[in-house]
């Protein structure tokens, strides 16, 4: 059995591949189970062997409370209960409630049938990230005791040398970090029909927002640079960041703010889908990005087929890992200042 935690999106995009992936190599049935936060779930998309377990977030926090700890209470019976066979647990990294629970489950070390693995997060597996201690690590620690245990803090949540991790699984090898030994290339998945070529007049445009202090004027640099191509009628996407709809919601309404200054009439996309998802259908000539990890995505997945302007601020250095990836795959960096 395979047990994944998903918390956004892209992780629950990136789960698909690695449960397509398993389920065509083994030569036997494998049982999945997937546990999400409240994600758009596309039943057409998953095999059959799949099942899901949801957290549902609700404006009780007392509901909030029970879903968790019933999602514990299986977690735990799943480890008491397959003594026999093997049980596989993956997460994208250790800084979320439940997989600090797995990581640093004694249970789950002491048996041998039972292993933790990583799977592929974004450009936080090139470089040593170091998450930076906030208040939902105390809230999180806060309600670890509610739940009969001890939530952990820790700056480096994508713990690649520890021995606790079996395999990394990632779709570029060539930059992850971690023993070459335990990782594993998972390539995203192929790509059904051809993004055309760039068009001519490059007149369609996707901007992705991001939880970010320079986010207003990250918009409106974007913004002024579609206007002064003076295109008779550009065709311009937006998608905010997945947080938008759930603890960032004060960044919810600034790009519309900034989009109604500019006088452009723009196409909203759903924050709870992957934009690596969406891609083929929005076929974009130009992305306009903040700094994010579905930039380097969508290069993996498109190739050269749009152009992508990625917006950091000035007071914010890449780092050298990371520019190097970006450099690699020619996504262009802006500084905001």
């Keep these: 059995m395979k047990i994944f935690i998903c918390q956004t999106p892209f992780q629950l995009y990136y789960t698909n591949r690695l449960v397509h992936f398993f389920n065509e190599e083994s030569t036997k049935a494998i049982n999945f189970i997937i546990i999400h936060s409240g994600l758009c779930i596309s039943n057409e998309q998953w095999i059959p062997s799949v099942s899901f377990i949801k957290f549902n977030g609700s404006a009780s926090k007392l509901k909030n409370l029970v879903q968790i700890k019933n999602i514990k209470k299986s977690i735990d019976k799943l480890i008491i209960e397959n003594d026999n066979q093997e049980l596989d647990f993956y997460v994208p990294h250790i800084g979320g409630l439940l997989a600090n629970y797995i990581y640093f489950n004694k249970k789950i070390e002491e048996k041998n049938n039972i292993s933790f693995n990583l799977y592929y997060e974004g450009v936080l597996y090139f470089y040593d990230f170091q998450e930076r201690l906030q208040v939902f690590h105390f809230t999180r620690f806060i309600l670890s005791l509610y739940l009969g245990y001890r939530y952990r803090y820790c700056k480096t949540i994508f713990p690649y040398n520890t021995k606790k991790v079996k395999y ?170």
């Excluded at 390539?187 to 901007?207: G, M, Q, V, Y």
């Excluded at 003076?230 to 065709?235: A, D, F, G, M």
């Excluded at 997945?301 to 601020?313: E, P, Q, V, W």
């Design 168 to 337: 990394i699984y990632t779709p570029l090898k060539k930059f992850t970090k971690g023993s070459k030994e335990k990782i594993k290339e998972i390539p995203f998945p192929k790509i059904e029909k051809d993004i055309t070529d760039i068009h001519n007049n490059k007149s369609i445009f996707l901007i992705l927002g991001g939880p970010v202090d320079y986010i207003k004027e990250f918009y409106k640099e974007s913004l002024e640079e579609i206007v002064q191509k003076n295109i008779s009628q550009p065709k311009i996407y937006y998608k905010g960041h997945a947080s938008f709809h759930t603890h960032n919601k004060n960044y919810k309404e600034i790009f519309y703010s900034i989009a109604k200054e500019f006088g452009v009439e723009y196409i909203e996309i759903t924050e709870q889908l992957p934009i690596e998802e969406l891609l083929v259908d929005i076929n974009p000539d130009v992305i306009y990005s903040y700094y994010s990890s579905a930039l380097l995505n969508i290069k993996i997945i498109s190739g050269n087929k749009c152009s992508i302007k990625c917006y950091i601020s000035e007071r914010h250095k890449l780092a050298d890992e990371l520019e190097k990836v970006f450099q690699h795959f020619q996504i262009e960096i802006n500084l905001i200042k």
